[in-house]
C-alpha cells in the first residue's frame, strides 16, 4: 500500500466552525425561523385555551408557641421521633403538612358541600369532579386522590410558619375548600388536645374518690383513738401511736389537696376552647389564574422552536455532507481497497 493510500484512510479531526460560519445560514432561513417558530407558539396558544383554568388559593398558618398548651398533643412528637425527625412541643406544625394530607382530615372536607357555578344546588367534592356515577369507596378513593394532587402544604424552617395552597377551577371555590381544610386541621388538633384532657380528668376524679376515702379512714382512725385515749401525754406508747395517726391524716390531706388542684386544672383545660392553629393569612378568592401560563408557554415554545429550527438549518450547511458520507461507509458492503 502506498503512502497517499493511507493516509486517505486517516480521519481527520472535526473542525470548529467560526461564528460566521454559524450566523450565515440562521440569517439566511431566518423567515423559515420565525415563520415555524410562530407557528408553533400560535399551536401552543391554542392549546392552552383548551386546556382547563385553575385559580389558586393560599394561606398562611402560625401555630401555638406556648409550650404548655401542646404539651397534650406529646404523643405527636413521639411519632416524629421514631421516624427520626426532632420536634419540640413548640414545633408540632411540623407535623402540619403530613396531618393534612391523612384521609381523616381530607375526608370530612370532601364530604361538605360547596356552591359552585357549575351546579345550581351546593355539591360535595365527589360530584363536583364527576365521580358520583362510580362505587361509593372508589368515588371516595379517586376524589381524594385529586384532592391531594392540587393540595399543597410546606413548612418553612426559619419561620416555623405552615403554607396551604389549593388550586381549583374556581376561585371562591379555592378558597373555601382550603378554609375548610384549615377548620378541619384546627378541630381535629384540638379534639385531640381535649380528648387528653378528658382523660386526665376521669383519672383523676378516680384516684381523687380513692384518697378521699382513704383519708376519711384516717380521720376516723384518729377521732376513735383521741375518743378512747384522753390523758395521752400520760403515755409515751399512746402518744407514739397519735402521731402515727396524725402523719396518716397529714399524708393523705396532703394528696387529696394536691389532686384537687390537678383535677380542677384538668376540668378547666377541658372546657377551654382555644384554637391551636392560628390562621395568620386566611384563605381568599384569587384574583389571577394560575394555570395555564398561555402567554408563558406561547414564549417558551417559540423560543424553544426557534432554537431546534435553527439548529437544523446549522446542521444541514455544516455538517449535512458528513453524515451522509459516514451513513454511507456504514452500508458499504466488503472491505475498503
Known sequence: MTEESSNTGLQTEPTVPSLQEILVPIWANRKRILLISFAAALVTLGINFLL??????????????????????????????????????????????????????????????????????????????????????????????????????????????????????EPELAANVLNTVIAELDGFMRSKRVTNASEQVKWIATRLQEVERDLRRAEDRLKEFRERNRRVSDSPELLMQQERLLRDVQVQSTVFVELKKQYELAKLEEIKNITIVNVLDPARPPVKKERPKRATNAGIAFVLTGAAVSGYFLWRNLYQAQTKAFFQKLNVSGPLV
Do not use: C, H, W
Open 52 to 169: 382547563p383554568v385553575y385559580y389558586k388559593s393560599s394561606a398562611q398558618l402560625l401555630p401555638e408557641t406556648q409550650k404548655d398548651k401542646l404539651s397534650a398533643l406529646g404523643q405527636f412528637a413521639d411519632i416524629a421521633n421514631l421516624a427520626g425527625v426532632n420536634v419540640p412541643g413548640s414545633e408540632i406544625a411540623r407535623l402540619y403538612p403530613t396531618i393534612v394530607n391523612s384521609e381523616t382530615i381530607l375526608r370530612a372536607v370532601v364530604l361538605k358541600k360547596y356552591k359552585t357555578k357549575a351546579f345550581a344546588d351546593s355539591v360535595n367534592l365527589i360530584a363536583y369532579f364527576g365521580y358520583d356515577d362510580t362505587p361509593a369507596d372508589e368515588a371516595m378513593d379517586r376524589t381524594l386522590k385529586t384532592l391531594r394532587s392540587l393540595l399543597t402544604a410546606s413548612y418553612e424552617n426559619k419561620t416555623s410558619i405552615v403554607t396551604l395552597s389549593l388550586e381549583m377551577p
